[in-house]
């Protein structure tokens, strides 16, 4: 079988034509006839025409081969409308009954602008593309529609029949659309650094132009302005052309000046449109906009391995705005583990994949395990005043806390200090605005809290952390200042692992470079950091005494309390877990005693997370009617890490009450 392409009409040659090495050896002459047979249309074996496969569309004497049908008649397609393209695929004037496939092609398709939807002899495979059209029947046909195509759309159908390629083909004249609308897409990103700070400068804005259908409009022309030049903010092109998707985009640079700024966006037919607010800020978080929280501040985590607690923290500009997502924040800690890092605003699924999270915030896994810092003295409690201290004399979370289960947690990144812009400009402006170092007042000497002197006239002083960092550090014994057996955290600016105090002047990317030049301030980063403590509680208690000396629920008859019918009495006692910090979160505390005797105790119920004990009160109260004896108990039940509940019931005081008669 030997097959002819003829655009439209393809040749099937019934029989088979040896091939030969000569012409003598075919039975034939020098100027044989078998081409001139293939061009006759004739079967060189029969004298008979060859079978030939056309497409194109109409029937019977109305074919028209190499033609599409179309519901335009030669009129032009409407913006965003549709019309039906049909084609017929016919063997010597006949419908084919064998299954083939037509393809729809053009350019407005290829690209996307025009849209085509099979009808008819359409495939039931979802996996099949909407411009091919299986058909069994020798007719195959779409629904063309405009989706932002302009002007003249050629479209082939072709398919392969008999062993050859047959095509028709239609030209589709689209009308403009009319621009009904343009509309604010996305500013990629939408948070962008002043200029010459290091960080990502330029932003790239983007619209998109719709017409009277909602499809895109392509090659319409828009002009752009800022409604702001604060700092040099700029523009890098003021107009462009829209593609074929209807999108259209400008790129703006920002200046020295922290601001937001909006693009206005115009079509040359007066449609307009503003963008979302573009914030131009530091791209940096400042120290005072740094916190820290815990998910669980007070895990029952002294005795057990893997309790976790998720350690988070929000960042944000010198301005409060969020802070760029991916800024890494660093984690150290002096007890059990933690995640090493995370990148605000990225959160992470299941499968482990990023999505996008919160704006400046981010948070790590902290989980129980050694070391867990035992100390060599043991925390003691005062019984009169039931307040627990330290071998040193201080009051334990006075000036030092010698209390074992405390874990100090550190995050640090790479930022700019604080100052108060009293003149609200935007910037650093050294003799105007106030920067606080460790000895404003001229009296101050610890670094972490620094006495602000007022800067309104006679008004008292503030007590607040310092603007002036020095490294940082973890405060071990949690006194707030660094004391010389303290580690300096790894991720510092200096390779010594040396402390280094704050040089006493602003240092960050908002300092002036005529204030930098003069030595005023520096635009030099420095570690921001917060941190924060972790309360390991215990199931086990403290070791308390009764007030007149005696353990809880030691045996004592000569020792009675002796009340008088319907006289009654209050204990105080302090409640803490085996180190002398709170009991675990939802501890539930409850009084009893026997017929004859009332008790309660306050609070009652279950206990908030704390890291310091409870003094609880108890009551007591004796009938005025009725002799009785017996021990008033305090009933303490503790939860911990896997659903179970540890119970305790002390026997406080024993009581013994004579009735009037």
Known sequence: MRIQQLGSTTLKLTS????????????GSSDGTTLDQINGNIDDDTDTPASVAQIGHGSGADFVPGEIGTETNGNALSAGGSTTLIVNVVEDGQLITDSTSVTFISPCIASGESLVEPIGGASDDDDSASNVVDTSNGQAGVRYTANGCIGNDSVKATTTYGGGVISATADINIESDT?????????????????????????????????????????????????????????????????????????????????????????????????????????????????????????IAWNHNNVESSITVNLADAFNNPVPNRTPVYFTTNGGSITASCLTGVVFDEEGDEEIGTPGVCSAIWRSQNPRLFSETQV?????????????????????????????????????????????????????????????????????????????????????GCDDLGSAYIDRNFNGEYDGNEEVTSINDNSTGEYIPGDGIYNGSLCREEDASAGNCSRDSVLVRDDITLVLTSEEQFFFTMPDGRLPGQPDPSEQIRLQPGESMTVYLMLADANGNGLPRGTEITASAPDGIEASVSPEGELAGSSEGTIVALSIQVSDSQSTQGVVSLNVTMPTPYDGEVGRSVGIVSVVSYSAN
């Open 16 to 27: 088979a034509i040896a091939l030969c090495l000569g012409l003598a050896a075919c039975g």
């Open 179 to 299: 621009v009904t609308s343009i509309n604010f897409a996305d500013a990629s990103p939408n948070y962008i650094t002043l200029k010459g700070t290091g960080g990502t400068e330029a932003s790239s804005v983007r619209f998109q132009i719709r017409g009277t259908t909602g499809a895109p409009v392509k090659g319409v022309e828009v002009n752009f302005a800022l409604n702001t030049t604060a700092g040099g903010l700029s523009l890098v092109n003021s107009s462009a052309i829209s593609g074929s998707d209807g999108y259209v985009s400008t790129t703006v640079q920002s200046g020295t000046t922290p601001t937001s700024v909006r693009v206005t966006a115009t079509t040359d037919t007066g449609v307009t449109s503003q963008s979302n607010e573009l914030i131009v800020s530091t791209g940096l978080p400042d120290q005072n906009s740094m916190s820290i929280a815990a998910s669980d501040r007070y895990p």
């Open 380 to 464: 003691m409690m005062d019984e009169e005043t039931l307040t627990f201290y330290c071998p040193n004399g201080d009051i334990a979370g006075q000036g030092s806390d010698c209390r074992n289960g405390r874990v100090k947690i550190i995050a640090t990144t790479i930022g700019n200090e604080s100052f108060v812009d009293t003149n609200s400009n935007g910037v650093y402006d050294f003799g105007t605005d106030l920067f606080y170092t460790a000895n404003s007042d001229g009296s101050a000497s610890r670094k972490a809290n620094c006495k602000y002197p007022s800067p309104i006239s006679g008004a008292a002083s503030r007590s607040f």
